[in-house]
């Protein structure tokens, strides 16, 4: 074992001189932070994730063009959600942490949970979902289990990048209701549960200003409300004005700037525009970083378990998949009986994760084909490709082929999906269409033989209708990992049971999303015009069919689900809710089945969505058996953000409580009462009579103001009085003959306001 002294940050910042800590804010390469030799102060390695370890041995950079360490390829967030279980991610994220043990790395840069805005984004195979809930949940289940092993994380990227279009420059202008409620609850969660080492700034902008350099972001919200005491890291290359970014909150520059940042730094303190005590809050921080990784550095690495790790990432893409539709019970195939015939070159040749950044050079890779054939080995498996994958026109010999291998077979499993270059970090998808030459492929099987499944390899949803309709069982595979290939052939023989459920919903076509019109923006700024409503909320708002909805997800039993109950455990302003139910296995085999409760909030006195996902269990239940699912909701359940008072409430009223199988899929339904807060609405100086007389206090002294005046009769008139009570107050009491005057009404709405 290699020993090392233990870091005594307090000692070692007193002991730098302000250039030694300007230079800590900058790194020492691609990969490394800054180390100081004379004071011992080591440099780290921090390098790129989410879903497996990509360190690069020799020529570095960030964005995947070189080779790196082998390592264990697991299923990709778009994956990974699909399962919906936070333990398998904890046990995901420890097995990444033995590889960076093993790797001596001290920070994995992941996991992303930036919301699936739009399904066109380049990246959406790196994130997790449209619904923040699930998101950070899955999100703080992988951080837990990374840092369980000693080794930091990077939670990214923070805020409001959900596009690659323009991401370095572009303008997101996102309400702040919209933000607390979608974009910065998944942040949220993870730092709060899991308290990530680090937190990685994103690119862009929001609302005017860039989240390197925004204070009220780094430092007012993620420190000051969430109670984050880790590093702020920029993204690779994220930084605008160096100084700027040190006062605003952000702690380090990667890569190295050639020291550029450091005389930037320098030369602020110099002429006082800048602060050295936050020059000494960054350092200090840098040092915390490294006192973090040296418990887990000072041990000599040790290699980690190949196999076990290869299996977990089997297990792993096995829950990731999601069985769409099975007509008929064709699925699972059967152990003998006729030739199945499997086409479709990803079969043979499988898109197993994303492009960019986060690409994993796998210690192994399982194919569809060969385990497929492994699996059925008293079954003729024959193979056509039917395309080549990047072309883009179809190649007539293939396609003659993959129809007559069709033609002679029991069954045909045909393997679609997007190529690489569809999807990737730096650019935004042009289209959720399959290639044209893959699509009219499956006609042309199905017009030979109709006993299609089909499998899908994409990142990001695809368009699936019309062509779904000729495959009579259909699985979303995603990105699958190294281990994809006999994950697939365990579900399509039954060898395992499908338990994925979607983490979005999957529209019936792109113009039906909510984004048309706002993404990916124009002149430089992108606008958040949809407000709440993304993803399931959006599609719910406008009554829209979906193709799939968010939550959907087969399997090969079925569940009922009886003896909703809901119980009040605590009310008032942070009330807690239990919501149980009974769910039974009433098919004929093993399975898991996902509980998910949604909550509605009709008597709000703002707009709220349709619904929203507030808890979910997994349960894992033998034919027959019945188990009583028990999901207790908090007080973030049920509330929104208030803007006037800048913070979450609960209003009194009845709620809604639904729980089902996916957010179309409800079972049963209950209302709930709450007392929640006393609030009254907030009053402003240009209050309208209408803003008044819905406060309780102001509405009494109004009434008795205009009582018997002919105001009153104004004020009310059947035919006029909504004109008259929409004026501001403050206004009407210029009015001739007013019975108020405007200095009383200015002293009365003052009153009602600091009250």
């Known amino acids: 074992m290699t020993t090392t002294a233990a870091l005594d940050v307090a000692e070692v910042l007193a002991r730098l001189t302000l250039e030694e800590k300007a230079s800590l804010l900058d790194g020492s390469d691609f990969w490394h932070t800054q180390g100081v030799e004379r004071l011992g102060v080591p440099p780290v390695m921090v390098t790129d994730g989410p879903h497996g370890l990509r360190k690069q041995a020799a020529a570095a950079d960030h964005v995947g063009l070189n080779d790196s360490v082998p390592a264990t390829c697991f299923p990709p967030a778009a994956g990974l959600v699909s399962s919906w279980d936070p333990e398998l991610l904890r046990r995901v994220g420890a097995a990444l942490g033995d590889e960076c043990r093993a790797e001596r ?6 996991p992303g949970v930036n919301m699936k805005r739009s399904p066109l984004n380049g990246r959406n195979f790196e994130y997790f979902s449209e619904d923040p809930l699930l998101a950070g949940a899955l999100a703080a289940g992988l951080v837990e289990g990374v840092q369980s092993r000693g080794v930091g994380t990077s939670l990214k990227h923070f805020a409001a990048n959900n596009q690659e279009t323009d991401r370095m420059t572009v303008d997101a202008e996102v309400d702040e209701r919209t933000l607390r ?190 385990a497929l054939r492994a699996a059925l080995p008293d079954r003729e498996v024959v193979f056509a490709p039917g395309f080549e994958i990047d072309a883009e026109e179809a190649d007539a010999e293939l396609v ?29 998808r042009t289209t959720m269409d399959l290639p044209a ?25 695809v368009t699936l209708d019309p062509w779904q309709g000729r495959a009579r069982a259909l699985i979303e595979g995603w990105l699958l990992g190294q281990a994809g290939g006999t994950a697939i052939a365990d579900l399509l023989t039954g060898a395992e049971a499908p338990s994925g459920r979607l983490g979005e919903t999957i529209p019936v076509r792109y113009a039906d999303n909510p984004t048309i019109g706002n993404f990916p923006g124009e002149a430089g700024t992108v606008r958040y015009g949809e407000g709440l409503l993304i993803g399931y909320r959006w599609y719910d708002a406008h009554r829209l069919p979906v193709a799939y909805p968010f939550g959907h997800g087969l399997t090969y039993t079925t569940f009922g689900y009886t003896d909703l109950d809901v119980e009040v455990i605590e009310d008032g302003a942070e009330p807690r809710v239990a919501v149980s139910v009974t769910l039974t296995n009433t098919g004929a085999r093993a399975g898991i089945e996902t509980v ?64 089902g199988a996916s957010s179309r899929d409800l079972r049963l339904h209950a209302v709930v009462r709450l007392d929640g807060e006393a609030l009254e ?49 403050v206004r009407l009491a210029r009015f001739p003959g007013s019975p108020v005057s405007e200095a009383e009404v200015r002293e009365a709405l003052a009153r009602f306001d600091a009250s």
Request: charged share 25%; glycine share 8%.
């Open 596 to 659: 998910q409760v949604y909550v509605s909030d009709a008597e709000a006195s703002v707009y709220r969505p349709e619904q929203e996902l507030r808890g979910f269990a997994r349960v894992d239940l033998e034919p027959g058996a019945s188990e009583t699912v028990r999901i207790e909701l908090d007080a973030r359940a049920f509330a929104f953000w208030d803007v006037a008072r800048g913070r979450f409430v609960v209003e009194g009223g009845a709620f809604g409580i639904r729980v």
């Open 105 to 110: 790395v001290a920070v994995l840069l992941g």
């Open 437 to 461: 030459q893959q699509t009219a492929l499956i006609r042309q099987v199905a017009d030979a033989n109709p006993e299609v499944v089909v499998v899908l390899a994409n990142g990001s949803v």
């Open 181 to 370: 409620e979608i974009y910065l609850p998944a942040f949220e969660r993870v730092v709060r549960q899991a308290r990530p080492w680090t937190v990685m700034c994103s690119y862009n902008r929001l609302n005017g200003t860039y989240a390197s350099e925004h204070p009220w972001l780094l430092t007012g919200v993620l420190r000051e409300e969430w109670g984050f005491d880790g590093l702020v890291v920029s993204d690779w290359g994220a930084v605008n004005v160096r100084e700027d970014g040190v006062a605003a909150g952000l702690d380090l520059e990667m890569p190295s700037s050639g020291g550029a940042g450091t005389r930037r730094i320098l030369e602020a303190v110099a002429d006082g525009r800048l602060a050295e005590q936050d020059v000494d809050r960054a350092a200090r921080r840098v040092l915390e970083l490294v006192a973090k990784a040296q418990p887990a550095l000072a041990e000599d690495a040790e290699p980690f378990d190949v196999d076990a790790h290869h299996a977990l990432a089997r297990e792993a893409a096995t829950r990731s998949a999601v069985l769409l539709r099975n007509d008929g019970g064709i699925l699972p195939l059967a152990p003998t009986g006729g030739t199945i015939a499997v086409i479709g070159e990803f079969a043979r040749t499988p898109r197993y994760q994303g492009a960019g950044s986060s690409q994993v050079n796998p210690t192994r890779l399982d194919t569809p084909l060969d």
């Open 681 to 729: 609405p907030p009053v402003r100086a240009d209050a309208t009579v209408d803003q008044l007389l819905a406060h309780p206090r102001a509405a009494e002294w109004v009434r008795e103001r205009v009582a018997g005046h002919p105001f009153e009769a104004m004020l009310f008139d059947p035919q006029h009085g909504a004109m008259m009570r929409a004026i501001p107050l």
């Open 400 to 428: 003659a082929e993959a129809v007559a291998v069709a033609k002679d077979a029991e069954v045909v499993v045909v393997f679609l999906g997007l190529p690489a270059a569809a999807e990737s970090e730096g650019y935004d």
